[in-house]
C-alpha cells in the first residue's frame, strides 16, 4: 500500500510517501520520496508543496494514495495544528483513513532504523528549557511517556541510546553507566537522527494500516495547556461602589 506520511511536531516540515508491506520478519516500509525542511515558522508555507513535490517525485498521483499517517505530538499547538489540519483535509478529499501516531514513537521507529537497539530514550524540545520525551523497551514497545519537563529530570538508568534534540541531549544526567552511545548519539550521529521521518512513522502506524483498523479521531498531543487562557473576572474599583449608571456617585 502507498501511504502519505506528514509530521510537524518539531522545527522540521517532513513529508513523504512510502510503499508498505508485508514481510517474512514483518511489516516493511519503503520510502519513495521524502521532503524535509528546519524551519519552525514554515510549517504552513512549505508542508503542501513538499508533499506534492514527493508525490511528483515518486510519479503518483494523490488518488494513488491509500491512507495518510500524520504526527500527532508531543508537539507546539501552532505546529501541530498545521500538520494535523492538512493530513485530515488530505484524507477526506481523498476518501482516505488518516492514523495519527505519537512523534515520538516515529522518531523511535527512526532511530531502530539505524541501527539503535536496547534500551531507548527519545527527545524533543519542548521550548520554554523543557524535553518532549518516552522511553521505548528493547523489543521496540514504549514503557513510559510521552511526558514533559526538564531535561535534566528524564532517567537514564540503563539507557543504551538517547536521541533527539540536540540542545535538550545536553541537559541530560547521566545516572548508572549505560553500555551504548549514550547522549553523544542524538548530537553526533551522521543522519542526525532528531526528528521522525516518513519511513518511521508509517512503521509506528504499521501494524493498523496492514491490518484495517478503523482510525480513531485525530488528537493531539499537547501535553501543556495553551499559553493563551480567557481573561480572569477583575472586581470593580472600591471607588466605583454605588456609582449608578450615568448617574453620580451616592
Same mark, same amino acid.
Given at each position: 500500500?502507498?501511504?502519505?506520511?506528514?509530521?510537524?511536531?518539531?522545527?522540521?516540515?517532513?513529508?513523504?510517501?512510502?510503499?508498505?508491506?508485508?514481510?517474512?520478519?514483518?511489516?516493511?516500509?519503503?520510502?519513495?520520496?521524502?521532503?524535509?525542511?528546519?524551519?519552525?515558522?514554515?510549517?504552513?508555507?512549505?508542508?503542501?508543496?513538499?508533499?506534492?513535490?514527493?508525490?511528483?517525485?515518486?510519479?503518483?498521483?494523490?488518488?494513488?494514495?491509500?491512507?495518510?499517517?500524520?504526527?500527532?505530538?508531543?508537539?507546539?499547538?501552532? #505546529?501541530? +495544528? @498545521?500538520?494535523?489540519? %492538512?493530513?485530515?483535509?488530505? $484524507? !477526506?478529499?481523498?476518501?482516505?483513513? =488518516?492514523?495519527? /501516531?505519537?512523534?515520538?514513537?516515529?522518531?523511535?521507529?527512526?532511530?531502530?532504523?539505524?541501527?539503535?537497539?536496547?534500551?531507548?530514550?527519545?527527545?524533543?524540545?519542548?521550548?520554554?528549557?523543557?524535553?518532549?520525551?518516552?522511553?521505548?523497551?528493547?523489543? #521496540?514497545? +514504549? @514503557?513510559?511517556?510521552? %511526558?514533559?519537563?526538564?531535561? $535534566? !529530570?528524564?532517567?537514564?538508568?540503563? =539507557?543504551?541510546? /538517547?536521541?533527539?534534540?540536540?540542545?535538550?541531549?545536553?541537559?541530560?544526567?547521566?545516572?548508572?553507566?549505560?553500555?551504548?552511545?549514550?547522549?553523544?548519539?542524538?548530537?553526533?550521529?551522521?543522519?542526525?537522527?532528531?526528528?521522525?521521518?516518513?519511513?518511521?512513522?508509517?512503521?509506528?502506524?504499521?501494524?493498523?494500516?496492514?491490518?484495517? $483498523?478503523?482510525?480513531?479521531?485525530?488528537?493531539?498531543?499537547?501535553?501543556?495547556?495553551?499559553?493563551?487562557?480567557?481573561?480572569?473576572?477583575?472586581?470593580?474599583?472600591?471607588?466605583?461602589?454605588?456609582?449608578?449608571?450615568?448617574?453620580?456617585?451616592?
Amino acid at each position: 500500500m502507498l501511504v502519505l506520511a506528514v509530521d510537524t511536531s518539531t522545527p522540521a516540515v517532513t513529508a513523504g510517501v512510502c510503499r508498505l508491506v508485508h514481510g517474512d520478519h514483518g511489516p516493511v516500509v519503503t520510502p519513495l520520496a521524502t521532503r524535509v525542511t528546519e524551519d519552525a515558522r514554515a510549517h504552513a508555507e512549505l508542508l503542501t508543496p513538499h508533499i506534492l513535490d514527493c508525490l511528483a517525485e515518486a510519479d503518483l498521483t494523490p488518488g494513488d494514495l491509500d491512507a495518510v499517517v500524520v504526527g500527532v505530538g508531543p508537539g507546539p499547538f501552532t #505546529g501541530l +495544528r @498545521v500538520g494535523m489540519a %492538512t493530513a485530515a483535509a488530505f $484524507a !477526506d478529499a481523498l476518501g482516505r483513513p =488518516v492514523h495519527g /501516531v505519537c512523534s515520538l514513537d516515529g522518531l523511535a521507529q527512526r532511530a531502530r532504523a539505524a541501527g539503535m537497539t536496547g534500551e531507548l530514550v527519545v527527545v524533543t524540545d519542548a521550548r520554554r528549557r523543557e524535553a518532549y520525551h518516552a522511553r521505548y523497551a528493547p523489543d #521496540g514497545v +514504549r @514503557v513510559s511517556g510521552p %511526558t514533559v519537563g526538564p531535561a $535534566a !529530570d528524564i532517567a537514564t538508568d540503563g =539507557v543504551d541510546h /538517547v536521541v533527539g534534540d540536540a540542545t535538550r541531549l545536553g541537559e541530560l544526567v547521566w545516572g548508572e553507566p549505560h553500555t551504548g552511545t549514550g547522549g553523544e548519539v542524538g548530537a553526533t550521529a551522521p543522519d542526525r537522527v532528531i526528528a521522525p521521518d516518513p519511513a518511521g512513522l508509517v512503521a509506528a502506524a504499521a501494524a493498523d494500516l496492514l491490518g484495517g $483498523a478503523v482510525p480513531a479521531p485525530l488528537e493531539p498531543l499537547y501535553l501543556r495547556r495553551p499559553d493563551a487562557v480567557p481573561p480572569r473576572r477583575v472586581e470593580p474599583s472600591p471607588a466605583l461602589r454605588g456609582v449608578e449608571a450615568g448617574g453620580p456617585p451616592r
